[in-house]
């Protein structure tokens, strides 16, 4: 845990809270005054272990000659067992333009939690590799995911969760087990070329992403102008949810799919407070 009115990160910092049966947790922050700028990168992903085998003998009966036995070397193979750990960024302002990795065997969790403006520039990331994906949380009164942002919380056995701006529908959400009633954003805006992915990677159901704000609010607006993918999983699985929300919402540029190749497409969810349906 780090704290203090001011935290900076430069690209050449590293905090790494890794671990071969689980991430570690790093939380930075303070209260409303506090200004994170993070442009380094934070990592508390499950870290791969190395598994070797024992030495092993191979019988060979079909030769002329008579019984063969070779001897096979031991081999070392990596994998990730472990789940990925925790990342929490709590500030009054927030510009996040490095990555954040929380990826393990099944994703971990990223909170990046402004009380004003936060902008994500970077990478966030929450992957399951053998199982489910994470989740990703970005709060604030105004959020701005630019257009090389990445956020990732896919999974081999199923989507994990993004949530910009504020809940499903702006409901709760369940952070670690306990459910959290989102601060709900008054503008959210993901840029073109920023991409959103909550995908099953292998066979499972695509995952959920949300970006909202206050539908309750007029000045509240919601643009989306990225990439947001739920797909269910190559060899089976349903597609995802989407949800697009805000009193005004704009999506002219909007790329989404919660196609599934061996399953049934998911939901794109628009809402808000007027919609009209030209020709």
Known sequence: TIGGQSITLTSTSRITATGST????VTLGGDETTQIQSSGVIDVSASPASVQSS?????????NTGTQSTTLASTTTTTTTGKGGSVYLKAGNISQTGQLSASGATGGSVNIAARNQVQVTGQVQADGQTANGGQ?????????VGD???LSATGATGGGSIYVG???QGGPVNVQGVSTQLPQATSVNIHQGATLNASAT??????????WSDIQN???????????????GALGGNGGKIETSGYQLNVDAI???????NGVSGEWLLDPWNITIGS
């Open 22 to 25: 689980s991430g570690g947790s």
């Open 55 to 63: 030495p092993s003998t191979v019988t060979d009966n079909s030769t």
């Open 136 to 144: 990703i949380i970005v709060t604030g009164q105004h959020i701005d």
């Open 148 to 150: 090389l942002s990445q």
């Open 166 to 168: 504020g809940g499903w």
């Open 202 to 211: 292998q066979a499972g159901q695509g995952g959920t992403i949300v970006a």
């Open 218 to 232: 007029s000045s509240s607006l919601t643009t989306v102008n990225g990439q947001l993918i739920a797909k269910g």
């Open 255 to 261: 790329r989404v799919s919660t196609a599934a190749i």
